[in-house]
């Protein structure tokens, strides 16, 4: 009985000591692998994380991108309508003024997305007075005729030599006596030559004149009057 007591209690012993010894590595092994799953599942959801980010990001690049090149397109398509249209008022505009371009007493042209008709001052003006002349009438409303689906803005350009005698105890600056003659153009193509008012714009600058845009290879210098066109929306 004795010897039975001691047996039982090695293999008791040997049992304990044998499912310590497998049971506590197993453990210990099981609980690393769930730790080490647990932090690949969490770099797993952080990287499907970043990748759908990136995926939203791509579509919103992808989006503006469309959108800036549909904004490209249209900007480049406007531009070139109005190009064409530019060149139309151009053309229509050198058949009403062939006899002032061949005695260079016009220039036309296309500046800053507009069509120029540039008229020099002496013959849109009578020598020496505040008024249109005969054929500076018939140069404005050949313009006009052109402009009736048109903003049409006047500018006078002269400086203080070109202020007439006869003038220069009431319009002492060029500004004045610029905006004198813009605002006498304009009124002539309202009052004879039948042009649109609410078309119509005026202005006059304050320095001495300056070199207009260049117009089909030259530029109208000195006192002149520059006739900008630009088609409406």
């Known amino acids: 009985m004795r010897w039975g007591r001691v047996l039982t209690g090695v293999l008791v012993v040997a049992c304990a000591t044998f499912a310590i010894a497998y049971y506590l590595p197993l453990r210990r092994a099981h609980t690393t692998l769930t730790t080490h799953f647990a932090d690949l599942k969490s770099k797993v ?3 499907n994380r970043a990748a759908e980010e990136s995926k939203r990001r791509i579509k919103e690049l992808s989006d503006k991108t469309q959108t800036l090149q549909s904004q490209l397109d249209g900007a480049q398509q406007r531009e070139k309508a109005g190009a064409e249209a530019n060149r139309t008022i151009k053309s229509a505009l050198e058949s009403k003024l062939q006899k002032q371009i061949a005695s ?3 220039a036309l042209g296309i500046a800053g997305g507009q069509t120029v008709a540039s008229l020099p001052l002496s013959y849109v003006l009578t020598r020496g007075k505040l008024e249109v002349s005969p054929p500076g009438k018939t ?3 050949n313009v006009a005729t052109v402009s009736s ?3 049409l803005r006047v500018l006078a350009i002269a400086g203080k030599k070109d202020i007439p005698a006869a003038l220069a ?3 002492k600056t060029p500004l004045e006596y610029n905006l004198a003659v813009a605002e006498l153009v304009t009124r002539t193509l309202v009052d004879q030559c039948k042009a649109a008012p609410a078309k119509l714009s005026a202005s ?4 001495e004149p300056a070199a207009g845009p260049k117009l089909d290879g030259k530029k109208l210098t000195g006192p002149r009057v520059e006739l900008w066109l630009e088609k409406t929306p």
Request: neutral net charge; glycine residues 6%; aromatic residues 0%.
């Open 149 to 151: 689906t048109h903003a």
């Open 139 to 141: 140069a404005l409303c």
């Open 169 to 171: 105890a009431k319009l």
């Open 204 to 207: 006059g600058v304050p320095s």
């Open 104 to 106: 260079n007493q016009a």
């Open 45 to 47: 959801d952080s990287a």
